[in-house]
């Protein structure tokens, strides 16, 4: 069973979300605030997080900056506002994807059902694969594990799916197409500014020179 948990204070929009997962066989549970929310995602582990933005006690980036620092788990944000500030913000602390309200119950099932998969497909690919070594970084694909100059380093789990994909190519450049498609499994290409920005966070973490910028065609590690 898949489960999720719907992080959104306006109970309409949750119980609708809710009604349509459970009908298409999600086990779903609700929280309406901020502390309840981190509170129900320990309690329970769930597969996904669906998670509103704007919520009282605190808002959507924090619970989802409290709900990583345990495991990593896989968040769709909602937004009520289509603002570029707010949606690199949510991706900047790993959130997994979003989407601006208001939208259609096909969509979030589409969007969840991309995402689970992404998930599951690394999970595979992951048995069995040898660390990855990028300069002074290490990573494990088997633990999920990330080591800068011998120091642990926190990454979401889109950022070290994109960490792996470029790690498993040194020298090659990947366009923000393939990135898009191989991490996030997009067959179209409206989410270059997802990549670009998930980029961004990784050179913060693990240093600007480890992932190369090629103008015009897309990022490559160095071989
Ligand atoms: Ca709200």
Redesign the pocket.
């Known amino acids: 069973m898949t489960t999720i948990v719907v992080i959104?204070?306006?109970a309409p929009i949750a119980d609708a979300v809710a009604a349509r997962l459970r009908s298409e066989g999600f086990v779903v549970e609700i929280a309406g605030d901020g502390p309840s929310g981190v509170e129900l995602v320990e309690r329970t582990q769930p597969d996904l997080v669906v998670l509103?933005?704007?919520?009282p006690g605190f808002d959507g980036l924090e619970v989802c900056r409290r709900i990583q620092r345990e495991r990593p788990v896989p968040v769709l944000m909602l937004t009520?506002r289509d603002s570029e500030t707010d949606v690199l913000v949510g991706l900047a602390v790993g959130a997994d994807d979003y989407l601006a309200k208001p939208f259609s119950p096909r969509e979030l099932v589409a969007r969840i059902r991309t995402i689970l998969r992404r998930v599951e497909r690394a999970q595979a690919g992951a048995a069995g694969t040898a660390v990855l070594r990028i300069g002074d970084v290490e990573a494990d694909p088997a633990t999920r594990r990330v080591l800068r100059a011998g120091e642990a380093v926190h990454l979401t789990p889109i950022e070290f799916d994109l960490l792996a994909v470029l790690g498993a190519k040194p020298g090659v450049v990947l366009t923000r197409e393939q990135l898009l498609h191989e991490v996030w499994g997009y067959r179209d290409a409206n989410g270059a500014r997802t990549v670009d920005s998930h980029i961004r966070s990784l050179r913060q973490k693990l240093g600007a020179d480890l992932i190369r910028t090629v103008h015009g065609v897309g990022y490559a590690v160095e071989g």
């Open positions: 959104e204070d306006e509103d933005l704007m919520l009520a």
